[in-house]
């Protein structure tokens, strides 16, 4: 599978690693002007680990659901275009507006992803790429309503944590409900199972159905 553009493997300590060049952001090993990019602390690391076909060239518009202190938004935003970054706590979006300052393609949000209507005069639309780590209950949902952003050959990548929609039941089986929600707005294009860097997630490749 093809990397990004800007996004490289690395050998540090006799391992290939993922990387990108940018500012350290969270005590990640450099490689001169590259930083690692450890999928042990990132899904979308993982995806890229596993070889699943993100569809990403690099450059992209991107929308980023669920940015959190920034650590893996970080390393979009060195190898894509604009990134819109969406954290409704405000601690780790403290963080986050710290991690933008060397990076002037990256706009924090500190906004609720399950209330498009209150970022889209700031959003831009036709975005290529909306990145979704919410961690929350209704993640289908949350996908469903930011699908307005999208281009129509735009891709939805997505970490569904099973967890957070219901801790009782098997993974296995809230995944299957996530992606029949998802199915009304998207089409799935590939699912991997994250569990080698991060237990009971699924990631999820879609594109946007026509309206
Ligand atoms: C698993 S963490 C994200 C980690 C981050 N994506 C990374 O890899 O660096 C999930 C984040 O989603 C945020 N979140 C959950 N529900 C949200 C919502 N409705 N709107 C915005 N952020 C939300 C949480 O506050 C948390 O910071």
């Given at each position: 599978m093809t990397l990004p553009e800007g996004v490289s493997r690395r050998r540090v300590d006799d391992r290939e690693r993922l990387a990108t060049r940018g500012e350290p952001v969270y005590g990640e090993p450099t490689d001169g002007p590259w930083r690692l990019w450890d999928a042990g602390r990132s899904k979308l690391g993982a995806m890229l680990e596993l070889g699943l076909d993100t569809g990403l060239t690099g450059g992209e518009g991107v929308l980023y659901l669920g940015a959190a202190s920034g650590t893996t938004v970080s390393h979009v935003a060195d190898f894509a275009g604009p990134t819109y970054a969406v954290e409704f706590a405000p601690r780790p979006a403290r963080d986050l507006v710290d991690v933008a300052?060397?990076?002037?393609?990256?706009?924090?949000?500190?906004?609720?992803?399950?209330?498009?209507?209150?970022?889209?005069?700031?959003?831009?639309?036709?975005?290529?790429?909306?990145?979704?780590?919410?961690?929350?209950?209704?993640?289908?949902?949350?996908?469903?309503?930011?699908?307005?952003?999208?281009?129509?050959?735009?891709?939805?990548?997505?970490?569904?944590?099973?967890?957070?929609?219901?801790?009782?039941?098997?993974?296995?089986?809230?995944?299957?409900?996530?992606?029949?929600?998802?199915?009304?707005?998207?089409?799935?294009?590939?699912?991997?199972?994250?569990?080698?860097?991060?237990?009971?997630?699924?990631?999820?490749?879609?594109?946007?159905?026509?309206?």
């Open positions: 300052a060397s990076r002037p393609n990256l706009f924090p949000l500190l906004k609720d992803a399950r209330r498009p209507e209150t970022y889209a005069h700031v959003v831009e639309s036709n975005l290529d790429v909306l990145i979704q780590d919410v961690a929350t209950r209704g993640q289908a949902r949350v996908a469903a309503r930011n699908r307005r952003f999208l281009a129509p050959d735009g891709r939805l990548l997505a970490a569904i944590k099973a967890r957070s929609e219901d801790v009782t039941r098997e993974p296995a089986a809230v995944f299957e409900d996530v992606l029949a929600t998802l199915r009304d707005r998207y089409e799935i294009l590939a699912t991997a199972r994250l569990d080698r860097y991060h237990d009971d997630h699924l990631a999820v490749v879609a594109r946007p159905l026509a309206e």
